[in-house]
């Protein structure tokens, strides 16, 4: 297999990968991205059918040009923001490739050998972007391989139809939870399963003054005016949500403590039939591509310092959330990620250059 060469490969072509290629193609740099998907829309692919923004469009916009304003007059959901991302590639005539999944990237030669579905690539640097969407978490609970009914996690949740009628846990505290309890609730015998009671944002904080309050946060600066704080994991009351709560579907439980096959048991003992699972508990980064350069700590991250691995220079992050940029895994907040990091490898590429000459 013939392989090409590129200043730079990145890894992923949702809204990270995307954000990175404006800088890159900005500076007029030789680089390819390698997206998985057989479709532009990154992991906004995989959401569930009434995902929205918690914000305005323009407060969603990737560099370069300002997502317009959802047509449904609201927040945009999230064909919309599939629809932008694919107008955004096009636009900007990234070099996007695909469906074109990295199954490694290793060293060779003083450089980085990307090696995916649609061929292979040697590159002065490689910007993984792959986010975690493809890595679910589930935690482990005792009796769980017993359990005959159905476990889903919200990365494969697309609507409730399914659900009309049965006993459903929800399980996660975090808006995915929130969003999806709303709407299965009133179709099922719902139960939203919480570590600890969900933290609520007013209903007039949005995602707007959310990202604020908690940048402001990440700085160390605390909260102005005595206005309710809010970190990006509290749960912002979008309009199914509001419902939920005139509804008084918004109540949590704390966690069960094992399963049974038709079923689980609480912490007092009882036992309750249940049909279905939804975990809502989040994702891992998807970093089995990079495997091969042993930079995969045992937590299952990569040390870096600032974007940029600490044992492979040549390779740096993008988008699998605050160790790799702050709310760099939010559309929000990968402008300003990708702006820095772009910055950075451009530097570093050129400083490389100076030396070999």
């Known amino acids: 297999m013939t392989q090409a060469q590129t200043d730079v490969v990145i890894v992923g072509g949702g809204q990270a990968g995307l954000a990175v290629g404006y800088y890159l193609k900005r500076a007029g740099r030789d680089f390819v991205i390698l997206d998985a998907q057989d479709r532009p829309g990154g992991a906004w692919l995989h959401g569930w059918d009434s995902l929205t923004l918690f914000s305005p469009a323009e407060y969603g916009s990737l560099p370069g040009w300002q997502m317009p304003p959802s047509g449904g007059g609201g927040f945009p959901g999230r064909d919309e923001v599939i629809e932008y991302l694919g107008r ?11 469906p074109a999944r990295v199954r490694t990237v290793v060293r060779e030669d ?4 990307v090696e995916a579905d649609q061929g292979s690539w040697r590159a002065r640097a490689v910007v993984s972007a ?29 609507d409730p139809a399914s659900f009309r009628g049965k006993t459903v846990l929800v399980v996660g505290g975090g808006n995915s939870g929130a969003q999806i309890l709303a709407e299965v609730s009133r179709v099922a015998h719902a139960t939203w399963v919480t570590v600890s009671p969900p933290q609520f944002l007013p209903d007039d904080i949005d995602g707007r003054v959310l990202f604020r309050r908690a940048t402001d946060r990440y700085r160390g600066q605390g909260d102005d005016g005595g206005t309710p704080a809010g970190g990006l994991a509290n749960i912002v009351m979008v309009p199914p949500v509001r419902e939920a709560r005139e509804r008084g579907a918004l109540t949590s439980v704390r966690p069960f403590t094992r399963f049974t096959r038709t079923g689980v ?26 495997r091969g350069l042993g930079v995969i700590t045992p937590e299952g991250r990569i040390e870096v310092d600032g974007n940029r691995s600490v044992q492979e220079p040549r390779l740096w992050l ?3 959330g605050d160790w790799t940029g702050f709310a760099s895994a939010t559309l929000v907040g990968a402008t300003r990620t990708a702006r820095e990091l772009a910055r950075n490898l451009l ?11």
């Open 88 to 98: 955004y590639e096009r636009r900007y005539d990234l070099p996007v490739i695909r």
């Open 130 to 158: 792959t986010g975690t969407w493809s890595h679910p978490y589930i935690p482990a609970y005792p009796g769980a391989e017993l359990f005959e009914g159905e476990q889903i996690h919200s990365a494969h949740y697309r």
């Open 110 to 113: 003083g450089v980085l050998h």
């Open 347 to 357: 530097a570093a590429l050129d400083a490389e250059a100076v030396e070999v000459s």
């Open 265 to 290: 048991v609480w912490e007092d003992g009882s036992e309750t039939q249940v049909d279905a699972v939804i975990w809502c508990t989040g994702f891992r980064p998807a970093l089995d591509h990079l």
């Open 318 to 320: 993008m988008g699998y």
